[in-house]
């Protein structure tokens, strides 16, 4: 559960990501593809426009007219995307639960990461703290998902000896 959990706090920074991150996973066969309308996460130009969507976010989050994450539909997003990766990141017996566990850690994470984002943007700018934001997320949001992209570092035999 500690997945839907995370995804949850990627999705209440950006409502998008999660939805990119799962459609990357589904494509690599890394999650298999139960949910419903999962699979339409296999064929390219839905996962490419689940990006495409994402990268609009994240640029959109840089403009001065961008609205807080924390507006009745930033929230609502939220829930949608967090709930659908929660639950595809869920073993098959608890999804609703996954689901839960990432809408509750979304929604938290919203106000506390907009706070925090408030108290940064004064010092550091807009811009500056939306790509941080940007990086960690969508790095957090990949690894979450994609768990096998990171490199195996179990200690070989020669490093226990050592």
Do not use: H
């Not at 939805?19 to 139960?34: D, K, M």
């Not at 994470?109 to 550091?124: D, K, P, T």
């Not at 811009?127 to 994609?146: M, Q």
Request: proline share 7%; hydrophobic share 50%; glycine share 8%.
């Amino acid at each position: 559960m500690i997945r839907s959990f995370l995804i949850g706090l990627v999705a209440g920074q950006r409502g998008i990501t999660p939805l990119a991150t799962i459609a990357l996973a589904t494509r690599r066969n890394a999650i298999p593809p139960s949910l419903p309308l999962q699979q339409l996460l296999q064929n390219p130009v839905i996962a490419s426009g689940a990006a495409a969507l994402a990268a609009a976010e994240m640029a959109g989050d840089k403009m001065k007219s961008a609205p807080d994450r924390i507006v009745p539909i930033g929230l609502a997003v939220r829930t949608i995307t967090a709930a659908y990766a929660g639950a595809a990141l869920a073993p098959r017996g608890e999804r609703a639960l996954g689901a839960a566990i990432a809408v509750g850690s979304a929604l938290a994470s919203s106000y506390v990461g907009w706070r925090l984002r408030c108290m940064a943007m004064r010092r550091y700018g807009q811009t500056a703290t939306g790509f941080v934001e940007d990086a960690l997320v969508l790095s957090t949001g990949i690894v979450v998902a994609n768990p096998d992209l990171l490199p195996d570092r179990r200690p070989s035999l020669r490093e226990v000896a050592l």
